[in-house]
């Protein structure tokens, strides 16, 4: 059998769609990435481990290794490496050293290092050293949902180009602060994140849907009073220099926006909606709306102005800048009091980094937090990797596109009072990046404050 008997059935229960990648002879893993022709770091691998509570599957490419101290301090358990007998009682059909990643196929709560979460295909045994088994990243992490995802216990042992790690890319991977996993795991233990709404699961999978029409969208869209009328006067602000009456979702999406805009814009609006945190102050819903809309509006008009090669989906750009923050609202819904802490001192310190004052006062900065959500959500992964990488200018991975976006746009929308980004130099680097200069970028800012009518009501209305 090319797949674990297991294994077979729990993708065809879970109707995911899989490729099985023939080996020839081989002795581990590593030999099956080199035979399989694929990047070692999408090939995944499982550590079992033990404790008085049960088994855990540790799961992470096989370019890292297990930081068990780390893990254990995470989970705050006493893990040691399962037992032969343990493994082979469970894993009955499968061979030794070769466990496939799906520990909730065989009733094993597993975990999921950071270095695994990628925007490509992933690979995994299939149980025997003759075959692998390709899925895409989203069907990968469909098959995790009930695993922890996220947090760093592992350790690279090469680097993505093969060469061994040096002790600097080393000390880059070590896990997140001990405050920071102490959050996590709170919120892990109580499943406090909250749940997708329902109109933006709606929204998702229409976006999912090939044969989806515009019509389909307006019907879903007017489904929401509120958001259809969110649409609608976004589409009427001079930004877009529209000269009709936009008067019904089906014009703005047929003569102004887009399909592509308008199911960005539901989404996120969607999303964000549902969370309550205190009206006022620089981290309130009156401010993060304010700078949500004008970060999505600027970000949009930014990407369009970059070279067409390099250009990223509209869409995209604006969602990521109405949902870059998200962890400011997540902060508030899950921690008031502290949540109202750092409101205070942000305002009390102006001159000191927001990212500084949440280390300070939870231990734990709103691009980590909302990350989780994001991910937990299953949104698009350059959702969450510019929520989780707005503020670092280094950053040069995946999707980097927008988290560089939202960089700039943070720190231009600062010198014009709106939002707390952390300085207001254009680094160069980025600018290279994306192909901008500071002319181009100054220029689209005062095009998008042109709009800001149209944006100040929009954020007044989200903010009710």
Known sequence: MAIAYTIKQY??????????????????LAEAATAAGIPPRSLAQTVLLKDQIGLVMAVMPITHELD????????????????DMQITAIFRDCKPGFIPPLGEAYG????IDDSLIQSGDICFTSGSLAHLVKVTSKSFHIMQ???????SFARPIVREDGLPASGDTQGAAQNESDRAQDIKHRIERMGALPALPEMAQKIIQLSANPNARAEDLARLVEMDPALAAQVMRYASSSFFGYQGRVDSVRVAIARVLGYEMVINLALGLATAKPFKIPQHGPLG???FWRHATYSAALMQALGKAMPEPIRPRAGLSYLAGLLHNIGHLLMGGLFKQEFLQLNDQVGKNPEKSIAALETETLGINHGQMGAWLTGAWRL??????????????AYVGPHATYANLALIADRMLKTHGIGEGEGHDLPPAILQALQLDEVQIVMVMNRVLEGCEGLDAMAQQMAV
């Open 11 to 28: 993708l065809d229960n879970n109707r995911i769609v899989y490729t099985v990648l023939d080996l020839p002879a081989i002795t581990s």
């Open 68 to 83: 068990l101290d780390a893990l254990c301090k995470m989970l705050h358990r006493k893990l040691e490496p399962a037992q």
């Open 108 to 111: 094993v709560r597993a975990i």
């Open 145 to 151: 949902r009930n695993a922890w995802l996220g947090g």
């Open 285 to 287: 819903l009156s401010a």
């Open 380 to 393: 698009p992964e350059e959702i969450t990797v510019t929520v989780r990488e707005h503020h670092n200018e």
